[in-house]
Nanobody, 121 residues
Framework: QVQLAESGGGLVQPGESLRLSCAAS????????MAWYRQAPGKERELVAD???????NYADSMKGRFTISRDNAKNTVYLQMNSLKPEDTAVYYC???????????????WGQGTQVTVSS
């Protein structure tokens, strides 16, 4: 199977930056799209950004210009650089990966355990 290990969350003040990382490990043949989602208290989980294996990116409108998603295919790792953070960015951030396992032709969807980001003065 596959494990996604997130890191980099924490408490920051408005206007500050954070960088999240998510490393995938396990029986990985290849990883297609990787993505970051977030879920604030009382709200549904929403897409923050995603990135194809080729590097093509897609962002939610509210994150464009402030957040940057990137990936290192050699390390099976995806990053989320978050700048100019606002209190409304407070949420649990989840990593997602679409993985083809060794010995299988299908692609499976995996989630990380989530990392808390709190933006508060």
């Amino acid at each position: 199977q596959v494990q996604l290990a997130e890191s980099g969350g924490g408490l920051v003040q408005p206007g500050e930056s954070l960088r999240l990382s998510c490393a995938a490990s396990g029986s990985i043949f290849s990883i297609n799209a990787m993505a970051w989602y977030r879920q604030a208290p009382g709200k549904e989980r929403e897409l923050v950004a995603d990135i194809a294996r080729s590097g093509t990116t897609n962002y939610a409108d509210s994150m464009k210009g402030r957040f940057t998603i990137s990936r290192d295919n050699a390390k099976n790792t995806v990053y989320l650089q978050m700048n100019s953070l606002k209190p409304e960015d407070t949420a649990v951030y989840y990593c997602n990966a679409r993985v083809r396992l060794i010995g299988y032709s299908s692609v499976y969807n995996y989630w990380g355990q989530g990392t808390q980001v709190t933006v508060s003065s």
